[in-house]
């Protein structure tokens, strides 16, 4: 039961029931299985994807397959963070701006990066980084630039 809670809490998989608060608190214990098992649906979208498509198409596939499943929780809590400790002065502020449901400027600027960074590392799990790849001369390490 406490499973189905944590579905019903943290993703959009309809289930056919209603939680109390003390169900979710239970639940919190499955937290950490569901993100596993997330991240596996995210990393089959991710291998299907990029057996059809480029590596920048299956990476917004991922992403849209998260914002899909979890109807953009997480993209919602970071605006939201990002507005309060960016445009708050006084805790209050910061609380006040939060639970805001409006976005504003820190809170899409954080959303976009964000985006773009987990689109970029997605795709650079696609990229060979080795010495004298295709993509040019890298140090051993893979750690220099172009």
């Given at each position: 039961?406490?499973?189905?809670?944590?579905?019903?809490?943290?993703?959009?998989?309809?289930?056919?029931?209603?939680?109390?608060?003390?169900?979710?608190?239970?639940?919190a214990?499955?937290?950490?299985l569901?993100?596993?098992?997330?991240?596996?649906?995210?990393?089959?979208?991710?291998?299907?994807?990029?057996?059809?498509?480029?590596?920048?198409?299956?990476?917004?596939?991922?992403?849209?397959?998260?914002?899909?499943?979890?109807?953009?929780?997480?993209?919602?809590?970071?605006?939201?963070?990002?507005?309060?400790?960016?445009?708050?002065?006084?805790?209050?502020?910061?609380?006040r701006?939060?639970?805001?449901?409006?976005?504003?400027?820190?809170?899409?600027?954080?959303?976009?990066?964000?985006?773009?960074?987990t689109?970029?590392?997605?795709v650079?799990?696609?990229?060979?980084?080795?010495?004298?790849?295709?993509?040019?001369?890298?140090?051993?390490?893979?750690?220099?630039?172009?």
């Open positions: 039961m406490s499973l189905l809670a944590a579905i019903a809490f943290l993703t959009r998989i309809p289930i056919r029931r209603a939680f109390s608060t003390e169900q979710i608190a239970r639940a214990a499955w937290f950490p569901l993100g596993g098992l997330l991240g596996f649906v995210y990393g089959g979208v991710w291998f299907c994807a990029t057996r059809i498509a480029p590596a920048w198409v299956a990476a917004v596939l991922v992403l849209v397959c998260e914002a899909l499943l979890t109807g953009a929780l997480h993209f919602d809590g970071l605006a939201d963070m990002a507005d309060g400790f960016g445009g708050g002065r006084t805790r209050d502020d910061v609380l701006i939060m639970r805001d449901h409006s976005i504003g400027t820190y809170g899409a600027t954080a959303l976009v990066l964000m985006l773009v960074l689109a970029s590392c997605l650079a799990l696609k990229t060979p980084w080795s010495a004298g790849s295709p993509q040019g001369e890298h140090s051993a390490a893979g750690l220099s630039c172009y």
